[in-house]
């Protein structure tokens, strides 16, 4: 009898198309069309929304500190695809992305900027300080580090009510090394409160490279004496904030108590408008930006999936300047509070 002969398959057809991942290696959300879009036009919104906030203060109507989010947009952008209505977000004063993700309205956030009477804290909070209760965002805070553990103490009243909302408590890499992080670590950890620690490592803590302020560098470990677990996610791809995202939110409504999410990801400017920056290279922000951008990377996507043509992300980008240009219109004519706003909410 003939040996039997041993079908073969050209490896060819079936091997199976290696599954996306993000620049470190960690896994990435698998994007529809309508999710992409999505993340493309929200992120955009920010990126012109800073732009026109920046132009503003250099023509004098944005008092104050400024601090901008241009090139950290998928971090706010992918958790805020994961989250769910009731969740709460709080933040430090790099925060107008923050705002504009949990959907609060441009013109709102800017006439609050300009310190006008229909911002969202009716002109007397500025950048650093506006709050949307229906939209369960929370500030906007100055003092570095103070948000954690408010967002802690969010945690503890989800907890209290039994609801399975959940908390996200963004700070920075400076604001890492503060102490009542730290605390706020042990309570959440002790208690198993409802909440995700989001270390935003933009690689600089105010002009201080993280490599020269910190002895851990690798913030997602910073909880590890706690029993606190930790990612560390390309923060410069909204896919893989979205994954993280879904798998910390699940961990803290299954009852497992918080989590850390250290996202890699990297500001264009300066720590606020006054800093110039002059403590990095302008060829290691060029190559950030034309390696890492997270808006190009959707518009690559995209291009490449035939899911939009250059004319229909054309089209987006145009709508997207014309909402912010109404916002910048809309808050240079608004009236600025009465001074009897003076004495009004102070609490005695």
């Known amino acids: 009898m003939a040996p039997r002969k041993t079908a073969t398959v050209s490896s060819r057809k079936t091997a199976a198309k290696p599954a996306a991942k993000a620049s470190n290696g960690g896994p990435v959300a698998d994007f529809d069309r309508n999710e992409e879009l999505k993340a493309y036009r929200e992120m955009l919104l920010i990126r012109r929304f800073e732009e026109k906030a920046g132009q503003l203060y250099g023509m004098g109507f944005i008092g104050g500190f400024c601090h901008l989010y241009i090139g950290q947009e998928a971090v706010v952008v992918g958790m805020q695809m994961a989250q769910k209505d009731g969740d709460q977000v709080i933040t430090a004063y790099r925060d107008h992305g923050h705002m504009l993700a949990t959907g609060m309205e441009a013109r709102g956030v800017m006439a609050e900027l300009t310190g006008r009477r229909s911002g969202y804290s009716h002109g007397k909070g500025g950048s650093m300080h506006m709050f949307s209760k229906e939209k369960h965002f929370y500030g906007g805070h100055g003092i570095v580090g103070a948000q954690v553990s408010l967002g802690t103490g969010l945690a503890f009243a989800n907890r209290y009510r039994g609801n399975d909302n959940v908390s996200i408590a963004y700070f920075g890499d400076g604001a890492a090394n503060q102490g009542q992080v730290y605390e706020s670590f042990n309570m959440a950890a002790l208690w198993k409160l409802p909440i995700v620690y989001i270390v935003e490592n933009n690689r600089y803590a105010m002009g201080t490279s993280t490599a020269r302020a910190t002895a851990q560098s690798n913030y997602s470990l910073r909880g590890s004496g706690f029993g606190i677990p930790g990612i560390q996610v390309d923060g410069m791809d909204v896919r893989a904030v979205k994954a993280a995202a879904d798998e910390a939110l699940e961990h803290c409504r299954s009852g497992k108590g918080p989590i ?44 490449e999936k035939g899911w939009a043509s250059e004319d229909d992300l054309k089209a987006i980008d145009k709508d997207v300047r014309d909402i912010v240009a109404d916002s910048a219109d809309f808050a240079q004519a608004d009236p600025e509070p009465d001074v009897s706003e003076l004495y009004t909410d102070i609490l005695l």
Do not use: C, F, N
């Open 260 to 303: 850390i999410l250290e996202m890699l990801t990297y500001r264009y400017r300066g720590h606020s408008m006054s800093d110039p920056a002059k403590y990095r290279s302008k060829d290691e922000v060029q190559k950030m930006r034309s390696e890492h951008d997270p808006i190009e990377q959707v518009k690559a996507r995209l291009v």
